[in-house]
């Protein structure tokens, strides 16, 4: 079982990008998936998530408006689009997911309950 992050890059303010995380070993059709990120000193934030039952998402107050969660079943893959990037967006995304499959901390931004984790991807905002 496995998660795989990737997209991220060097982007000015103002750009975007679009983050990938594809599931090998299991189909991530019925489970959330969660974005998180940590950017250095700081606390891993919950940025996004998108639930494996109706589809229905989270974004952090910080992001919502600017990122956009989904995913492709066919592909087992769930995208995080990313616009009108910040400086204070410069972090390693992480991509996440609960093999109990429970939507109920993915939903709320915890990682508390994530116990499958992707490698993560370096976002950097910077002019």
């Known amino acids: 079982v496995q998660l795989q992050a990737s997209g991220g890059g060097l982007v000015q303010p103002g750009g975007s990008l679009r983050l990938s995380c594809a599931a090998s070993?299991?189909?991530?059709?019925?489970?959330?998936i969660g974005w998180f990120r940590q950017a250095p000193g700081k606390e891993r934030e919950g940025v996004s998530c998108?639930?494996?039952?109706?589809?229905?998402?989270y974004y952090a107050g910080s992001v919502k408006g600017r990122f956009t969660i989904s995913r492709d079943n066919a592909k087992n893959t769930v995208y995080l689009q990313m616009d009108s990037l910040k400086p204070e967006d410069t972090a390693v995304y992480y991509c996440?997911?609960?093999?109990?499959?429970?939507?109920?901390?993915?939903?709320?931004?915890?990682?508390?309950?994530?116990?499958?984790w992707g490698k993560g991807t370096q976002v950097t905002v910077s002019s």
């Open positions: 998108i639930s494996g039952s109706d589809g229905s998402t």
């Open positions: 070993g299991f189909t991530l059709d019925y489970y959330a």
């Open positions: 996440a997911t609960d093999s109990g499959g429970s939507n109920y901390d993915c939903m709320r931004g915890s990682s508390y309950a994530m116990d499958y």
